[in-house]
């Protein structure tokens, strides 16, 4: 029997953690690629978690005939649904993101997500009365094995060779078996109408847990959830929105409970708050140096330690107070997991609305350092001092993180799409005024606003940069028509000469009163402008051809990237709307991902010519290091003098397929290093 149970645990909580990257990953296309996709799905995730507990909470509690007849209906319409439900299409929804992603989970996979999260506890409780024991903890050790091998596979090889249609149908199947396993349980439940006077007698020796128990039992888990999610924000925002930087953070939380709950005797106290202090110290120093970059390895490795030592500490002292009965044990489960749904939705909902700048990471460590000292209180005067001075002073770090915010910041908003602000200086002394448009630490456009520059496009669309060959050299002296994917301060608009036509996609709504009231590019350019709101490729799918003579694809937020842009299929959607003779001009400044050879793959699919331009810094003018791929059949442009000069042949030799909507993987173009790190 335990067997059996053991591997009905297993299973559901490997198909529990498959699916969560699949099914956000399937949503990336629709709604904008953003970083943001993956944490409101790790909202949604933990409330169906919490939901899936409550679940196994009631139903434990009635080990009944109809109890028993009542789960295996359920069962037998979780499977029925996911054979005849299909992905809904999201391309023409017109509400909030939040709204779209949870109306389309829940349609999709909601009911068997609850099944899966209602396993473990559920059938634990059924297995300790099958057997007159306590309730089995080491199951719920098993059940996070089993999600943490799914994280483990997932982006390392079950993402790069299976695509996303193969992979539904396989977990179909797989659930499908599942069930038939769970009905198999429940039909050999021993039924007990009348078991409440054996349950009584059992727990009668233990006593009951303390009310400071049982809201330890949310605190805790609310306080490791604060920090995955702030710190799988964090990753994903500034590297890429991928499901590799979603499961890394999740299977070191994972971890954390298995090692909790499996093998407690390796949690030693003394040492690992003494190691979290360390870190959150380190970290708390990181996050005010804004300016500095490190290799991805030291990045991720320094916040997935202190992830993995705060959440072992919230976790393992969870399981210090656990309950002594049975009675408690769904109750026990059901407020971890309330805790930890409250904490996803205070950093991926609650954030967004209260702050006007990103303090989520800040925040965790706050919550992580005041958790510790509740914990702790009982331990002495030395504990005590530690943890206060620590709470207090990663209070100070936010407080500071506000005022430096706030100094020189013109305008500060947050939304589902990250956290803007616009920083004003007179730091060059040439330049007079500069103003700069951020994307949480990373600049979208930058103006001087000194009469000789004031014209003049900076950062990373200077006129030797690949948008500037492009735009120079691609129609002569006739008008162009333009289009731009990504707005940022609408730095491009400064190309334009009367005659043009310029049209600029973008999908942050906050951006665009920005770039016209605080940037003077759009309002001063010789172009007729013109905007189209929402997602891109969306908004291009929808529209008539639009004779493009260059398209610009621009629509990174800091150093992450939105692959739907990078697809086959979004190509096609741009060669519909390319003139005859096109350019096709991809901004790939990264400083993680080897960008050019994907994009080279896509241009060789099409058919098309791949030159790579880059261009060093320079300081004096504003304009900052930068790499184009430039995509077209245009001869003519190509053999330009000062295109041949600065633009360079990417030359294929093998490597991964070019990406599709049902295939990427960004794992392969990974780059360990940063220039100049040896």
Known sequence: MRILYGSAIFLGAFLLFAVEPMAAKQLLPALGGSSAVWITCLVFFQIALLLGYLYAHWLGRRTTRAGVVLYIAVLVVAVAALAFVTQPDLTSVADHPLTAIFRALTLTIGLPFLLLASTSPLLQVWLARQEHRGVPWRLFALSNAGSLLALVLYPTAIEPHLSLVVQRKAWIWAFAAYAALCATIASLVRINDSGRGQKASTDAYHPRSSFRDKLLWFLLPAGAAMQLCAVTSHLSQNVAAIPLLWVLPLGVYLLTFIVAFETPGLYWRWLVVRLLVVLLAALAWMLSKTDVSVPIQISIGFFLAELFFACLFCHAETFALRPRNHSEATLFYLLIAAGGAAGTIFIGILCP???????????????????????????????????????????????????????????????????????????????????????????????????????????????????????????????????????????????????????????????????????????????????????????????????????????????????HLLTTQAMAVYRRHMAPGGILAFHVSNQYLDLPPEIAQLAAASGLEVRVVDTPAQEARGEYRATWVLVTDNTAFLAQPRVVTFARRIYLRGGPPAWTDDYSSLLPILQWRLPGWN
């Open 353 to 563: 609305l209260l702050f006007d700048a990103n303090y989520d990471v800040a925040l965790a460590f706050l919550a992580t350092a005041a958790l510790a000292l509740i914990v702790t209180w009982q331990n002495g005067w030395g504990q005590r001092l530690l943890w206060s001075v620590g709470t207090a002073l990663l209070l100070a770090l936010v407080i500071m993180l506000h005022i430096v915010y706030a100094r020189s910041t013109l305008v500060e908003e947050r939304n589902f799409y990250g956290s803007l602000r616009v920083r004003e200086s007179h730091v060059p002394p040439q330049a007079e005024t500069v103003r700069t448009l951020l994307h949480g630490t990373i600049e979208h456009g930058t103006q001087w606003f000194a009469p000789q520059f004031r014209h003049n496009p900076t950062t990373y669309y200077a006129t030797d940069s690949g948008v500037g060959l492009a735009l120079g050299y691609c129609c002569d002296d006739r008008p162009r028509n333009i289009g731009v994917i990504g707005l940022g301060a609408g730095t491009l608009a400064a190309y334009g000469r009367p005659g043009d036509r310029m049209r600029f996609y973008e999908i942050n709504p906050a951006i665009r009163p920005i770039a016209e009231h605080l940037f003077t590019y759009l309002r001063e350019s010789g172009a007729q402008i013109s905007f189209a709101d929402g997602d891109a490729r969306i908004s291009l799918t929808h529209e008539a051809p639009q004779n493009f003579d260059v398209l610009v694809v621009d629509a990174f937020s800091g150093d992450a990237i939105p692959i």
